[in-house]
């Protein structure tokens, strides 16, 4: 054994194999046997370090991912909503308070930017999937309908991507004339539309087919062409162009 093994077990960073007696330390549980041993309660436990007065760090965090669940239907114990908890929300909970608070907003902004970058790697706009993928954690979590405008150059190459509407997606208020001076102004050659569904429900309405058809005429007119209308659910999409909808 290393003496940098013999300092952690001398400081009881190892877990007790029979009395499992560092189960409620999860701060050193990490240290001796790395992030991924960690239950979610643990990971975010190891982050806050204290919890309150009659609460350890692991119950606080037990009661975080509880409120967490109100955002999934289908699981009361989910981490999907924890980052669509605001700090009021947050501070709601006994034993959280603005410093704690700060701390789980941030580390969910970092794990979206993580989550972004890593697909940004392999991003592909001929490929809905990883299209989907990489707007996934922008649009997942989001309490409202957000309609964005992804402008491609002759490559198929990125340009840029902006919000064109937030609330419903209607056929009678989204604007193709707006879409398309976008486009111009940016020297677009074709575009794709993406749009969250808050239910986590990614079966395209009635009206995402009829917003999608009067945008792809219009972009026939204009030889811009619409190349896909994208749907983000829960942590799945909807291609309509793969569902033959355009």
């Known amino acids: 054994m290393s003496g940098k093994d013999d300092k952690l077990?001398?400081?009881?960073?190892?877990l007790n194999?029979?009395?499992?007696?560092?189960?409620?330390?999860?701060?050193e549980r990490c240290m001796a046997l790395g992030a991924s041993s960690l239950s979610d309660a643990q990971l975010?436990?190891?982050?806050?370090r204290t919890g309150t007065k009659g609460i350890d760090a692991t119950k606080l965090a037990e009661e975080i991912i509880k409120m967490c669940g109100r955002f999934d239907t289908n699981d009361n114990d989910s981490l999907i909503g924890l980052a669509n908890l605001?700090?009021?929300?947050?501070?709601?909970i006994k034993g959280v308070g603005r410093v704690k608070a700060v701390q789980i907003q941030c580390i969910c902004e970092l794990a979206r930017r993580i989550a972004k970058k890593t697909a940004a790697?392999?991003?592909?706009?001929?490929?809905p999937e990883t299209i989907a993928g990489y707007y996934m954690q922008d649009l997942r979590g989001l309490d409202k309908e957000h309609l964005i405008l992804v402008l491609l150059d002759n490559k198929c190459c990125r340009i840029r991507d902006c919000i064109i509407s937030v609330g419903t997606v209607n056929a009678?208020?989204?604007?193709?004339?707006?879409?398309?001076?976008e486009a111009l102004k940016?020297?677009?050659?074709?575009?794709?539309?993406?749009?969250?569904?808050?239910?986590?429900?990614?079966?395209?309405?009635?009206?995402?087919i009829l917003v999608t058809k009067r945008?792809?005429?219009?972009?026939?007119?204009?030889?811009?062409h619409l190349l896909d209308h994208i749907i983000i659910g829960d942590n799945k999409y909807t291609s309509l162009k793969e569902k033959e909808y355009m």
Do not use: C, Q, W
Request: charged share 20%; no cysteine; proline share 6%.
């Open 86 to 92: 605001s700090i009021p929300e947050l501070m709601k």
């Open 121 to 127: 790697v392999k991003l592909d706009f001929s490929s």
């Open 17 to 27: 194999s029979h009395t499992g007696e560092n189960e409620h330390r999860p701060y």
């Open 44 to 48: 975010i436990a190891a982050i806050l």
């Open 186 to 208: 940016y020297g677009a050659s074709s575009i794709i539309l993406l749009h969250n569904h808050p239910s986590g429900d990614e079966t395209p309405s009635r009206n995402d």
């Open 215 to 224: 945008v792809a005429e219009a972009g026939e007119i204009m030889g811009i």
């Open 9 to 14: 077990y001398e400081s009881g960073y190892f």
């Open 172 to 181: 009678s208020l989204v604007n193709p004339r707006e879409i398309f001076m």
